[in-house]
């Protein structure tokens, strides 16, 4: 047992643990939290692997930054109102998932446990260490013959050597990926904006009011002078219902059958399906 | 106990339990979580490889060559699963940004984020 | 002269495309004028051939081109005229043009697309029939045979707006494919019997390998002739109208009139009678086919004959009378006597198609009215029309001088001769109703002449008023044919040494036929001449003075009204065979058309339907079950790259 065994033994057992309480939770900020969990077990594996970069984008990006994300829209959606915390599947969903996860598990553990890498040395095995780079040659002040050579590589798994082997060998991917997320920004942007009508994140009860202001493409939330010169029925002015719970309503009602007016019964029968 | 098996052992049994919550939970959230933890396990399965094949340039070690004489990459371009896993984290992010604008999209006219209940597109 | 020879069924198939195409665009004379062109000069080509005939003596035959090669059988389109067929082809083309320009004017009132139409239809029927005649195989006479049916259903159904009209064409036509089954099967039996002899079906040959199997002492192939000789008669009773086929002919009468003169008297339902004298050697050589013939002929002669005495309507009367003397063809081609046969066609085609047309003249001045009852004292405004129509008459009751008188008493005489050698009593017998039956014919003619052209006017006197003779388009031809009925049967006078021409003319094809003795030549024309004579002016008489004359009473007044009903057979034969048949075609409907298919079709139809209602059930909506579906794919998908399952 070295120390590289012991080290990935804890990490494995964190992150199986950590995502099967990902998949079980039933309030989807515990989920998003035990991901960050597996996925920061995932990033010391990485670094075990002599993945020293990807390990640290694991923790920036994945992390740091898709996690967050998450959190943010979670925060968005007002988290612990019935809306997200839903219940459980029926058992036999539940079970018929397990039964494929496992079919999934075996076929490809059966495709990883081959005969040839069935008894590979550990990666602490000396057979299997990576060979060092190299040492970089001091550069002279004497006029270079031609083409100055590449330097040689550096050592594996660091960030010099992923760059060198990014920009110059695969620069297309690189490339190709910007324009992958620049499509993906201006996705985003267009399928997230707030249009008119859409229910504030500010005129629901509870927490986030105020962080409806601070979203992309938010608006100002109806006025009740605006709803009523909508055509919204006075009695939904007088109804004495909460004042944000009304303007949910009738956007709501609005989004469904338009400009209009439905009466106040079918209203709050259109809130409840 | 830290080889390439175990390694890969233990990027199947990630694989298989994103794959479940993909399959039983409701809640859009958690499918993309899942979904996202399936995506981590792959990375690591290119990651194991990666390893493996970059430990076996030394003199002592050609097994890995041995095991897989057509892998010809290792030579040309052994930084290929580093690369990859780069691009595949980018690609998932990507997907995930693209993925949540649309449950907060669907959230803002339905009002829920259950998968059962945005089942108009039956047949 | 192979030109000339296939000009003769060509100019009117001309015609035929000409007229059939483009003829609705054309004036009337100019279409009258193409569809005449044709039988003219047909008629001028045969002449010119029948002249080089009596030049040479020998046939007028070429091959155009090979028609079917297949196996052992070789057909070549090959057109024939020998001195049989020169006779009919003058006949045919020569009467023929003359109705067709009788037609002209008669069928005037049509429309132009009636018009052409009805023109297009008699010059296909005119190159059809030319091609029967000229035909040199069998199959090429079918091939006429064919057509010649095929314009027969056209021109009755003519004026196919009439159901009634539509209904009698349709009868005709199916009446007719029965016997060309018969005709069919017996064209597969001479090939089964001859068909590994070379040219198997030339009908020269068929005659030749007969005779053949029968000099070689061929019992078998002998014996077999005989199914394959009744089989060509029934074809034969189809298209010639004898029992029991002939039920198609007294309904033709609602066709034009002209088309009932060229078709159903003068020319088509002469085919059988040719088709037999063509194989003449068939039959003789056939054990016992001859006799059959003769019987069959007598039977529909008398048979027709007592029909037509009850009958009312002008046409019928006369359709009745050509079914009688069609038998009369038969018994003389089954006396033996082949030679007297043709003879009699050829007169009859004469006094025939004068008698039709003139019963056309009549009808069109008398408003298409054709019931003799409603007839009467048409002499004093159709002068001219009677005095052709007696003629007729004269001719068609065997009255000497004239032409009928010297072929049926020719074909009497052959019966009588035939019992005279000691062939049998049945020709006696046969000889005897020949007598009764010419008797009959003398009566009925008389009194249709009578009720219709004598006495005093029955219908409504305006009608009787309105009555005139027709143009000279329709005059001339029936003058023509007045002629002709007296002259035509100058060919071929007995007893008198020397001016039995037309026998003469066609001994190379039939051998001689002496008769037994002048004695007995002698009583049979005196006795002819007495009962027709007698009979004639019996049905004159006793019409004269009551014109509703009948007879009710006793035996021969059941008789009598039974004759009016036609025996019935019509009714029989829908009893028998035609509901039967559409009881049969009905439930075949029922349980095949729409039980089977139309049912397989919807159940497939159907079972499309319910699968795709059942396998959309899977599109649920649900985005974890498409999850499922998709991880379930992706699990086989591995386990067969991973060698886990599959072959």
Redesign the interface.
Known sequence: MSASDIVFLAASIVAVGASALVVTRRNPIYSTLFMMAALAALAVIFVALEAAFLGAIQILLYAGAIMVLFVFVIMLLNPGTQELSLPRAPAWQRGSAFVMAAALLVVLASAFYRGDIKDAPAFSDPTLAVPAPPPRPVPTLEAAPGEPPPPPPAEFGTTERFADSMYRDHLVAFEAISLVILAAIAGVVVLAKRRLGDIPASARGGVGAGAGGSMVGAGSPPSEADLVAGGAPAEIAEAGLPRGARDVQLAAARLRYGHGGPSAASVGETHKS | MFNLTNCLILSAVLFAIGAYGVLARRNLLVVLMSVELMLNAANLTLLSFSRWFAGGGAPGGSTALAAWPSATWVTRAPDAGHIFVLISMAIAACEVAVGLALLIALFRVRQTVSTAEVAELRG | MEKVLLLIPLAPFLGFLVNGLIGRKLPKPLVGFIACFGPVLAFYCAVAIFSEILRTGEPVAHSYYTWIQAGDLTLPFRLLIDRLSIVLVLVVTGVGSLIHIYSTLYMEHEDAWGYARYFAYLNLFMASMLVLITGSSIVMLFIGWEGVGLCSYLLIGFWYTNPDYANAGKKAFVVNRIGDLGFVLGVFTIWYLFHDRPEALELANINKYAQAALDNGELATVAALTPAALLLLLGATGKSAQIPLYVWLPDAMAGPTPVSALIHAATMVTAGVYMTARLHVLFEIAPHALVVVACVGMATAFLAATMAVPENDLKKVLAYSTISQLGYMFVGVGSGAFGAGVFHLMTHAFFKALLFLGAGAVLHAFDNVGDIRQMGGLREKMPRTALIFFVGCLALAGIPPFAGFFSKDEILFGLLNNFLHGHGPVWLILYVAGVITAALTAFYTFRLFTLAFLGSPRGPIERHDHAHDAGPAMMIPLFILAGLSLVGGWVNVPLIPGAQNFSHYLEPIFGAHGPASHAAEAFGLALSTAVAVSCAYAGYSVHLRNPTFSIREGLAGAWYQLAGVKYRVDEAYERVFVQPIMAGAAALWEFVDVGVIDWAVNAAASAASATSERV?????????QY??YL??G??IV??FV?G?VGE
């Open positions: 959309r059930r899977i599109q649920v909506g649900l985005v974890n999850a499922f991880a379930g992706a699990v591995v386990m991973l886990l």
